[in-house]
């Protein structure tokens, strides 16, 4: 039996339905003037027109509509092309080194190399799922702890190595600091969620050898500004907003290189809004790679 294909929705019959009607409604409206003005039938003019433009502006609303509900459904459907493909992949992957480990004599080195890749299949599934239960609870996560002062130059440097232990990169070729004492005044397990992903999707997406540069610094008296600076390829313009969309992930997932599921970034402006900041994605230095820049309440060490 051929396996079933999920039928995604275009764009291009709503549009062009749509299109269509509102073009006949225009040349209906014009004809509707223009006869009734030859009989000079002033009222029936004005209550037709008005009827038209009604017709004409539902028609509109309507386009609009169906267009964001064909684009969440598409950006669905991405999404759960991710997540099958995240799920699958990782756990064929420890299915097959299980077997293997049941079914071959394998000396001590190799047994500690496939205990090392199953480790890290095991970490990439539990942070999917992680990631699935934080936009499940956004609303409630951090709810139960209190704001408090959080030394940034210690917080950046020990989520940054966090990060760079995950990925298997060494930290001190990978990370370049350039960090001012100030202080964060917020949630720790907010802070945490953000900078832990921002600094993941720096490594994850860094050119080759990844080099990724955190700043921060003051800006005022009482706001405290991160960057996160990679090499990598950059965002394109025109995507610099979309992407902290739920669900969205640039390109098509089945022909995309990179693991993940495209909910990070949403987790990560949902919650800088919570802690009253702002985030912002520019090009990199020299138009290389790309700039994270978050702002945050904070002040600066005496």
Not at 2 to 8: A, G, I, T
Request: include cysteine; proline fraction near 4%; glycine fraction near 6%.
């Amino acid at each position: 039996m051929p396996p079933l294909r999920r039928k995604r929705r275009t764009l291009h019959w709503p549009i062009t339905i749509s299109i269509s009607l509102m073009m006949l409604n225009i040349a209906l409206m014009i004809g509707w003037i223009v006869l009734a003005a030859s009989f000079q039938e002033w009222p029936v003019l004005t209550i037709g027109t008005v009827a038209f433009a009604v017709v004409l502006v539902g028609l509109t609303f309507y386009m609009v509509l169906t267009i964001k509900e064909v684009r969440v459904s598409q950006q669905q459907a991405n999404f759960v092309d991710s997540v099958t493909h995240e799920l699958k992949t990782p756990i064929a992957s420890l299915r097959l080194y299980l077997e293997t480990l049941q079914i071959r004599e394998l000396d001590e080195d190799q047994r500690n190399s496939f205990y090392n890749v199953m480790e890290g299949e095991l970490l990439r599934l539990d942070q999917l799922i992680s990631h699935l239960l934080e936009v499940g609870r956004l609303d409630e996560l951090g709810r139960e702890s209190e704001p408090e002062d959080i030394d940034v130059p210690e917080f950046l440097r020990q989520t940054a190595e966090t990060a760079c232990v995950r990925h298997k990169v060494e930290s001190d070729e990978v990370m370049e600091y350039q960090l001012e004492n100030c202080v964060f005044h917020g949630k720790r397990l907010l802070l945490e969620t953000i900078f832990s992903n921002l600094l993941d999707n720096a490594i994850k997406y860094a050119g080759t050898p990844p080099k990724i540069v955190v700043e921060a610094f003051m800006r005022g008296r009482d706001r405290v500004v991160v960057r996160i600076i990679d090499n990598g390829t950059g965002i394109p313009v025109n995507l610099r907003k979309k992407i902290f969309h739920i669900f969205f992930r640039v390109g098509n997932e089945l022909e995309r290189k990179q693991k993940g599921t495209g909910l990070g970034l949403y987790i990560v402006k949902t919650l800088v809004g919570f802690l009253k900041g702002r985030i912002q994605v520019r090009e990199g230095p020299q138009q290389v790679g790309t700039v994270f820049e978050v702002d945050l309440p904070g002040r600066t060490v005496e």
